[in-house]
T-cell receptor, first 113, second 112 residues
Framework: QQQVKQSPQSLIVQKGGISIINCAYE??????FPWYQQFPGKGPALLIA?????SEKKEGRFTISFNKSAKQFSLHIMDSQPGDSATYFC????????????FGQGTTLQVKP | EAGVAQSPRYKIIEKRQSVAFWCNPI?????LYWYQQILGQGPKLLIQ????????DSQLPKDRFSAERLKGVDSTLKIQPAKLEDSAVYLC??????????FGPGTRLTVL
């Protein structure tokens, strides 16, 4: 019940295309859903995050869509660029608890020029 | 503002040897986390400190892993003795009061 399942494992998109990564969770107590971006040799960096009181959050080219009833959330990268090539992790946690993040398995995105 | 610092960046050891990793969190961040990231997987929490007290160490293999944060600032994570399956990147993260965790660059450990 503590798992966060992420798909696809890898994704290849042409420059200018839309990249979509999906995550699903079981624990309904989760109330904070961040997406982290990780470049090779670097630690994960927070990209965007959402709480269940909204269904969508947009920051620049990055959008999180959240479906509370389906217990799913997804990351959309519009106008994907070669510089977006990285590994993306979804995560979930319970606010006010220990703040422990449960991460998905990761998606390696390659944006071809 | 300086980020989370970790050292060393890389370490290669033989199995059964011991190794230690160091983390210096962002100044003022009370909460510090150690994660283990095995190749091709997401980070997995090993231990969480709130100031110098342990909040969660439920997934720390206590027979071989230990961690401390004596003065509520820097932290060290030790493995003794190391096993082949300990090969991973060890990430340190810190946070102030919000949910946002800031990660260091990690230490890549290879156990031969």
């Amino acid at each position: 019940q503590q798992q966060v399942k992420q798909s696809p494992q890898s994704l290849i998109v042409q420059k200018g295309g839309i990249s979509i990564i999906n995550c699903a969770y079981e624990n309904t107590a989760f109330d904070y859903f961040p997406w982290y971006q990780q470049f090779p040799g670097k630690g994960p960096a927070l990209l965007i995050a959402i709480r269940p009181d909204v269904s969508e959050k947009k920051e620049g080219r990055f959008t999180i869509s959240f479906n509370k009833s389906a217990k799913q959330f997804s990351l959309h990268i519009m106008d994907s660029q070669p510089g977006d090539s990285a590994t993306y992790f979804c995560a979930a946690s319970i606010s006010g608890n220990t703040g422990k993040l449960i991460f998905g398995q990761g998606t390696t995105l390659q944006v071809k020029p | 503002e300086a980020g989370v610092a970790q050292s060393p960046r890389y370490k290669i050891i033989e199995k059964r040897q011991s190794v230690a990793f160091w983390c210096n969190p962002i100044s003022g961040h009370a909460t510090l986390y150690w994660y283990q990231q095995i190749l091709g997987q997401g980070p997995k929490l090993l231990i969480q400190f709130q100031n110098n007290g342990v909040v969660d160490d439920s997934q720390l293999p206590k027979d071989r892993f230990s961690a401390e944060r004596l003065k509520g600032v820097d932290s060290t994570l030790k493995i003794q003795p190391a096993k082949l399956e300990d090969s991973a990147v060890y990430l340190c993260a810190s946070t102030l009061l919000s949910d946002t965790q800031y990660f260091g660059p990690g230490t890549r450990l290879t156990v031969l």
